[in-house]
């Protein structure tokens, strides 16, 4: 049973979207040039897309097909499987090219309706490679060998997951993906259409070979974390605080900061990074508060209950100590 489909209500203009937009398609098109191109779709957690009128009518005129990805593991179930559709043609599909853009930037700037916070408009794909064989080599990127030998899959595809990964993979590791991705460009959490660096068509690969990333418990544990780190990233807004490429580094210090205290659960870690990154990222070194944090532990108590009795006025102080770094 497939999750329901958020409409996209295109009544309210929102000036900064649009601009946003124009730019992005003005992007794409450049990219694209006279080149077919495929549109890389997750419906996990639903399809607006799909749905949308200018996909439907270019789906039925022929300008654009539905092409499927091999089964990448047992746990994605068929019905919310990643696929892509592929334009022949940029200016035959360029309605649905240009509705895909809309919904991409919508959704990373969590400008969807009823809630709705998947991604599933993922990629595009300027590339002369049939869509048969592309959709094969996404695939195969996607299977990847988890520490103790299990194969596990891996989503790559996913924006926000995408935006880690040069900072998270072993280097051999993100060099063998990017090489395999090859033409690959998406919207960034921050509203930004993006290629790889140096993205070009993707490297042919020896088929007859076992070509899965291979993990062990650090690097594994590492990617693990990106979902702990998109969290904080999520709640970020919240607290005045913009998305930008640096802060996901700070974020995966805050938590490695926090489990150094022996503090590991996910509120600790929300908690401990929300000090971090709106007062200070080092607040640790306090010597009151580095006091309270080794209290709490011999107590068995959380972050929070440790850090309950510092006031406004002394986060106020930390915060005002930043640029001298020294709490």
């Not at 399809?47 to 499927?68: K, W």
């Not at 790559?156 to 997951?161: K, L, T």
């Not at 709490?296 to 440790?306: F, K």
Request: with cysteine; glycine share 4%; net charge neutral.
């Amino acid at each position: 049973m497939t999750r329901p489909v958020p409409a996209v209500d295109m009544t309210e203009p929102d000036p900064a979207l649009q601009a946003a937009l124009q730019r992005a398609l003005l992007q794409l098109r450049e990219v694209i040039g006279a080149r077919p191109v495929s549109i890389f779709i997750d419906p996990l957690l639903g399809d607006p897309l799909a749905a949308h009128p200018d996909t439907v009518q270019c789906l039925a005129s022929g300008a654009a097909v539905v092409q499927s990805l091999p089964r990448i593991h047992a746990d994605i179930d068929a019905a919310r499987a990643p696929y892509l559709i592929h334009a022949p043609s940029e200016p035959a599909a360029e309605r649905l090219i240009n509705a895909s853009v809309d919904i991409a930037l919508r959704e990373a700037t969590n400008r969807m309706p009823n809630g709705y916070r998947g991604r599933c408009v993922c990629a595009w794909l300027p590339d002369d490679t049939a869509p048969q064989a592309t959709a094969a080599r996404l695939a195969r990127s996607a299977a990847v060998i988890a520490p103790h030998g299990r194969a596990h899959p891996f989503r790559y595809w996913d924006p926000r997951v995408r935006w880690h990964l040069p900072r998270v993979l072993p280097p051999g590791h993100w060099q063998r993906l990017r090489s395999r991705l090859g033409n690959w460009h998406n919207i960034t959490p921050m509203g930004q259409l993006e290629g790889l660096p140096g993205s070009s068509e993707a490297a042919a690969s020896d088929e007859t070979q076992d070509q899965r990333l291979r993990f062990d418990d650090a690097a594994w544990g590492r990617l693990k974390d990106v979902t702990l780190c998109n969290k904080v990233l999520a709640l970020c807004p919240q607290w005045g605080i913009a998305l930008s490429n640096s802060l996901p580094p700070l974020v995966e210090q805050a938590i490695n900061d926090c489990r150094s205290h022996g503090f590991d659960t996910e509120q600790d870690i929300l908690v401990y990074c929300a000090c971090a990154l709106t007062a200070h990222p080092r607040f640790d070194r306090h010597p009151a508060v580095s006091a309270a944090l080794k209290e709490a532990r011999t107590m068995g108590a959380s972050l929070q209950h440790a850090l309950q009795g510092f006031d406004n006025s002394f986060w106020q102080q930390l915060s005002a100590s930043r640029q001298s770094q020294n709490p």
